[in-house]
């Protein structure tokens, strides 16, 4: 692996995680042209950041956490998102080169946005989980065209299975349990890791959720059925180790 061949996407990843951390924060806003062309300005006076204020990371530390202007907290999630970003290209550039490792950064840099919306709103919206159906096919059929019905099947399997499981708690509880973005994403996830990888995604899911609402119990939270759980998040994780490794082996 040439030096010029991983370098490009880890000095590039702060910057697209500081733009995908913007782009989580306007999700719910009804301005979807705004959502990616607005200029970013402070949550809590709205005045409008220069240039000096949008270094990833650096300004962040720089101004302690703190607007230049009104002095109010920023939080942690913009540079924790930047810093992900750069943990997702880094991780990608161990495992892979050239065309492979823009598209395992493209692929994991989407998962981050999806995670971090899921945790912050609940929320998988479809201008992330639908392009990475289609993207998660053309990759199959750019790089393994014979793997590719396996990974259409993977995209039909995903969706019709979180769909028939909203059935049967419906019919149990009386009620709807799992969204449809998360029929959508895992229709993504069958797209990208294929039919056959598409039962580890599973676990890996239930288990980061699992382990979500136990966390919740020892700080206090009563465990419920009814508890919510961003578990699109951790499907998300699913996908991004099951792309990275495979799926785990059958004894």
Known sequence: MTFNSWIYPIVFAPFVGSFLGVIVTRTESSDHLGMVLGRSAC??????????????????????????????????????????AVLIAVWSAVLFSSALLWVSCLLGWTLLALAATDFKYYLLPDFFTLPLIPAGLFVAWLFDRESLPAHGLGALAGYAFVIALRWVYSRLRGKEGMGLGDAKLLSAAGAWVSWAGLPTVILLGALGGLCFALYGGLRGTTLSLTNRVPFGAFLCLGVWLVWLYGPLAAE
């Open 43 to 84: 949550m809590s006076c709205g005045v409008q950041l220069a240039p000096r204020d949008l270094v990833p990371v650096v300004s962040w530390l720089l101004l302690r956490g703190r607007c230049r202007s009104c002095g109010k907290r920023i939080g942690l999630f913009l540079p924790m998102i930047e810093l992900s």
